[in-house]
């Protein structure tokens, strides 16, 4: 029997079609990788399975005691609790196992009472048998793994910034040790030793797993099956993702292949009824309006609206477009060493490396948004600079991508801004909804395109490619590539950088490579 089932699941908000009468199933030991477009409705498909969600229509059935692990990012934590507080909830019946037992020797030396001893001593064989008493050694474990180091065990999660929740959530995950890990995104404020120990985890992982990803580099090393969510339907490919995604390739050129023989079908019968109406074949006609009423029609492989960048230049005449001499940054203590690197005319560089928060610090400081702890950061005079954080935070989740950049840009007219977000990847019905309601890669198609509106000679992205779908990060790795200017490029995807930037800077080795990450 499969771990998950479900069935002729349909689910759509408003006017937009997510999946009618899908079905799946979820296997022991399958690593399943969740592929589509930005909006098809992957995230949706976790809600629903997880009950956040109510579909349309459909069942979704759970084998009976199954222990679900979810990476749910907007978990509610007490106000007051640090980051080794948090972790420690992963075993908190162990530990709630553990004070009762702690009472019950208490109570027994007090009363000589045999029947505690003997209830207390069975407390005792149970934690021994669940590995109570490696607890802390596993905590550890995952603190290294995931990089928490960087962030301390004391300090508060009200107080981290969003990737740093993400990372702890994500901990506390693994620790449970669930039956099934269900992940949305995981690798997104993961640096790349993370996500290689986060890979090494999961392919020692003996249960199921259901990811959400638009690392196809993590999917091929992580999955054994794909479901891909496209034109409403959800398709099952076994196999690695590599081999998945030539399937999928084999399957929707089939697929086209029908709707163009269907519409050769569609068209005759069309000029015919045109033609023939209203004359002596009036009566054919009708019977072929009828027999394209009844036609089930094929939908083309693909309907999704394509992305398109393009970021406006501004010349500069500086020959340094920016130095950085012996800065130091960090918070209450230095990230890492002071660093010295300068960026000439035009040269776009990656910068990878240091394992935690500090290529993000990194920047902040150089853009003057954290103050650094030394040294300087000074850009040429005639830097205009374009920057692109990666937190999805907004000043009100209620207002539409149409009125963020209404209230930015006051004079602009709406016909250019929509024009502008249909440009991106985003559709006139998205632009119109609350940007909470949004998907992650259409709110960051939103912030993408509000750097087209001013002019820059210096691009300045942070993991740009958090949850954007592959067309859609290539389609941003063009507008890059074609940005006559400067750019520095945060990415965790090596991919992503590759080909496009002239040095890479390992902020952890404190050396500059010449365009390869080899």
């Not at 992650?440 to 490619?465: C, H, R, S, W, Y």
């Amino acid at each position: 029997m499969p771990l998950l089932e479900v069935d002729d699941l349909s689910m759509s908000f408003a006017d937009k079609k997510l999946y009618e009468n899908a079905s799946f199933t979820l296997e022991k030991g399958e690593h399943m990788g969740v592929v589509g477009q930005n909006g098809v409705g992957k995230s949706t498909l976790i809600k629903i399975i997880t009950e956040q969600e109510l579909p349309l229509t459909g069942t979704v059935r759970w084998q009976k005691k199954t222990h679900i692990g979810y990476l749910d990012q907007y978990a509610d934590i007490p106000d007051g609790m640090t980051l080794i507080d948090f972790l420690h909830t992963a075993y908190a019946d162990l530990y709630a196992m553990n004070d009762r037992m702690t009472a019950m020797y208490t109570e027994y030396a007090e009363t000589m009472n045999d029947k505690l001893l003997e209830r207390a001593g069975r407390i005792q064989e149970e934690l021994d048998a669940r590995n109570f008493y490696d607890v802390e050694t596993e905590i550890e474990r995952v603190i290294s793994g995931l990089g928490l180091d960087d962030i301390g065990r004391d300090h508060a999660v009200a107080k981290m910034s969003g990737g740093q929740r993400s990372k702890i959530i994500l901990a506390k995950l693994l620790l449970e040790n669930p039956d099934v890990i269900l992940l949305d995104e995981p690798t997104n404020y993961l640096d790349v030793a993370h996500i290689a120990w986060l890979e090494d985890y999961l392919n020692n992982f003996d249960g199921a797993a259901l990811i959400i990803s638009h690392d196809y580099d993590f999917l091929q090393n992580v999955t054994n099956c794909i479901i891909n969510v496209a034109f409403g339907q959800i398709t099952k490919y076994r196999g690695s993702f590599k081999q998945a995604m030539r399937q999928r390739g084999e399957r929707e050129k089939a697929q086209q292949r029908e709707f163009d023989k269907q519409q050769v079908v569609i068209e005759k019968a069309e000029r015919f009824i045109r033609k023939n109406k209203a004359g002596s074949k009036s009566t054919m006609a009708k019977s072929r309006e009828k027999m394209l009423n009844r036609l089930d029609r094929v939908d083309p492989p693909s309907t999704n609206v394509q992305a398109h960048f393009d970021f406006p230049y501004q010349e500069t005449g500086s020959q340094n477009a920016l130095v950085v001499d012996e800065l130091s940054v960090g918070y209450d203590r230095p990230l890492l060493k002071p660093v010295t690197f300068s960026v000439t005319t035009d040269q776009k560089v990656g910068l990878t490396g240091f394992n935690g928060v500090g290529k993000s610090t990194l920047i902040k400081s150089i853009l003057g948004i954290i103050k650094a702890k030394g040294g300087e950061a000074h850009f040429s005079p005639s830097a205009r600079i374009s920057y692109f954080s990666q937190d999805l935070v907004w000043d009100n989740n209620q207002q539409t991508p149409l009125q963020i950049i209404q209230a930015k840009y006051e004079k602009l007219p709406q016909k250019a801004i929509r024009t502008k977000l249909s440009k991106c990847g985003l559709d006139s019905a998205n632009a119109m909804k609350p940007i909470g309601e949004l998907s992650g890669g259409e709110q960051t198609k939103v912030k993408l395109a509000l750097m087209e509106f001013e002019p820059a000679n210096f691009l300045i992205m942070d993991e740009p490619t958090n949850h954007l779908d592959d067309e859609t990060k290539q389609a941003l790795k063009q507008a890059i590539n074609d940005f006559p200017g400067n750019a520095i490029i945060v990415s965790h995807e090596a991919s992503f950088y590759t080909g496009l930037v002239d040095k890479i800077l390992n902020v952890e080795k404190l050396s500059l490579r010449n365009g390869s990450t080899n």
